[in-house]
């Protein structure tokens, strides 16, 4: 079974600052891993994702996520926040080998920043 | 990136009706489609999987019959809830799974908020 922790309900930074915003996951196999971002009231959005290669993954926005194996990791960073990147944040993972199975998400956590 | 749309945004409607929730991929061909929904301030719950030409998949403590899927090309999906009613109100999301290549990726639809009265 897939499954993905975000540990933190909420994460409070000030602007300019750099950010973390924590994920854990557990597969059978090898992951595929996902960060998706969701503005009120509104869809998802793909930030970036890791497949294979790379440990450390680029994506939208100045974002980016570091895959470590061994702390079954992928925690989503980004060296300067903005107020704008205030949102609600959701990890999510599948399994490489397990067919026609679709994402897993955690339960995702709300980004303050703080001007 | 891939596109996917929704129709309608947000409806609200009676306790009762039934309503058509619209998904389409509309620069790519989506052989799998899931739909979602969301409660407030909650996860992304998977409701079930869509597989055009087939019947859907349906997660646990979803029920087919009141939530009908429809698959019907490879661009369009549609799910109908059934003589809804106010536990109904959700924001329901699909989503569309490309595959080209060695690269798999799940892109989402801006989401209905479906509101029943």
């Known amino acids: 079974a897939q499954s993905v922790a975000q540990p933190e309900d909420q994460v409070n930074v000030a602007e300019g600052n750099p950010l973390t915003v924590k994920c854990t996951y557990s597969?059978?196999?090898?992951?595929?891993l996902f960060w998706y971002v969701q503005y009120p009231n509104r869809g998802l959005q793909f930030l970036l994702k890791?497949?294979?290669?790379?440990?450390l993954v680029k994506g939208s926005y100045g974002f980016e996520a570091e895959f470590n194996k061994s702390q079954t990791s992928f925690h989503l960073k980004k060296p300067s926040a903005l107020v704008s990147d205030s949102a609600l944040y959701f990890c999510?993972?599948?399994?490489?080998?397990?067919?026609?199975?679709?994402?897993?998400f955690g339960k995702g956590t709300r980004l303050s920043v703080i001007a | 990136g891939a596109v996917v749309s929704q129709h309608p945004s947000r409806v609200i409607c009676k306790s009762g009706t039934s309503v058509k929730i619209e998904c389409r991929s509309l620069?790519?061909?989506?052989?799998?489609m899931f739909w979602y929904r969301q409660f407030p301030k909650q996860s992304l719950m998977l409701m079930a999987t869509?597989?055009?030409?087939?019947?859907?998949?349906?997660e646990q403590g979803v029920e087919k019959d009141k939530f009908l899927i429809n698959h019907a090309s490879l661009t369009l999906s549609t799910l109908t809830v059934t003589s809804a009613h106010p536990e109904d109100s959700s924001f329901y999301i699909c989503?569309?799974?490309?595959?080209?290549?060695?690269?798999?990726?799940?892109?989402f639809g801006p989401g209905t908020r479906l509101t029943v009265l």
């Open positions: 890791y497949i294979t290669g790379d440990n």
């Open positions: 869509s597989n055009e030409g087939s019947k859907a998949t349906y």
């Open positions: 989503s569309a799974r490309v595959q080209r290549g060695r690269t798999d990726t799940q892109y």
């Open positions: 999510a993972v599948r399994d490489r080998e397990s067919g026609n199975t679709p994402l897993v």
């Open positions: 597969v059978s196999g090898n992951p595929y």
């Open positions: 620069d790519f061909q989506a052989t799998t």
